[in-house]
């Protein structure tokens, strides 16, 4: 895999980049083939994979060859792409694998996921310690099916990941009051709080960043099927983005939906 200037670029600006074609159809097929097997849709247990050495191993004692040889084919993958390399240019310092999962959608009229951003607390009134605003992920989400408007693409907020971060700054060094804001809404009600908004605006490097935002994200709130940010995308294709940007994994109307993901932190934040 190559990433270009404008491509690095593009991912610092919007938070996000599609590049095409990365996998090819054998491995499309027998990655599909492999997380099809699962019996539950994201977030069991079995959806997740060794992501390293250690959790081989230990799935290795277990004697579950099945998903030993899984997992090595996924970081065969991870290797000959040098996701481990891409990550460690996008965070300007090593990175590290810290988490590995594939799991398939069944067609629906909901959303996968509706908007939010992550490392935003999800809904925890009590927070005894509020992370650094630089604790945030990379992810490379492969496409292993087609998806499209109001069909399953992971839409993303241009530029969002910029609002996050000066949000998350301001928690951090307590200019402002901590609230949870995993979902779009939550996160609107804290800039526009009058105490709260010219501390957010002065992280950013102009107030129309935060105006624009707010117009994209009353849209977000207000129409449901609002797809300005959908996108197709085909079976082998790749989104890398920000975690920390407003991001949805719209609704799967057409067809199911597979998806193999690779998420990655700054390596120092990796205990394992
Ligand atoms: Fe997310």
Redesign the pocket.
């Known amino acids: 895999m190559q990433i270009t200037d404008i491509e690095l670029k593009d991912l610092n600006t919007k938070g996000f980049i599609i590049k095409k074609n990365i996998l090819n159809e054998e491995e499309v097929n027998r990655i599909k083939k492999i997380i099809l097997k699962n019996k539950v849709g994201k977030g069991g247990s079995e959806t997740y994979y060794p992501a390293n050495n250690k959790q081989l191993a230990i799935k290795l004692l277990k004697l579950d060859i099945e998903r030993f040889l899984s997992a090595v084919f996924f970081l065969k993958i991870k290797k000959k792409l040098e996701l481990d390399k891409f990550a460690s240019i996008f965070f300007g310092e090593p990175a590290k694998l810290l988490m590995l999962d594939g799991y398939h959608n069944p067609i629906s009229e909901n959303d996968i996921?509706p908007w939010?951003?992550?490392q935003a607390y999800s809904g925890k009134l009590n927070v005894e310690k509020i992370n650094s605003p630089d604790l945030f992920y990379f992810?490379f989400f492969f496409y292993l099916t087609n998806v499209s408007p109001n069909n399953g693409c992971?839409s993303y907020i241009p530029g969002s990941h910029k609002i996050t971060y000066a949000v998350r700054s301001c928690l951090f060094e307590k200019k402002i009051k901590y609230q949870p804001f995993w979902s779009i809404k939550d996160l609107v009600n804290i800039i526009i709080k009058k105490e709260n908004y010219n501390e957010i605006k002065q992280k950013l490097s102009s107030e129309n960043e935060l105006i624009n935002f707010l117009k994209i994200a009353e849209n977000c709130i207000s129409n449901n099927s609002f797809s300005d940010y959908d996108f197709h995308a085909g079976p082998g294709d790749v989104l890398i983005f920000n975690?920390g940007g407003v991001?949805k994994?719209s609704n799967p109307t057409k067809n199911e939906r597979v998806v193999l993901r690779y998420l990655y932190s700054k390596a120092k934040q990796v205990n394992n």
Do not use: A, R, W
């Open positions: 996921l939010h951003s992550d992810k992971t975690e991001h994994g």
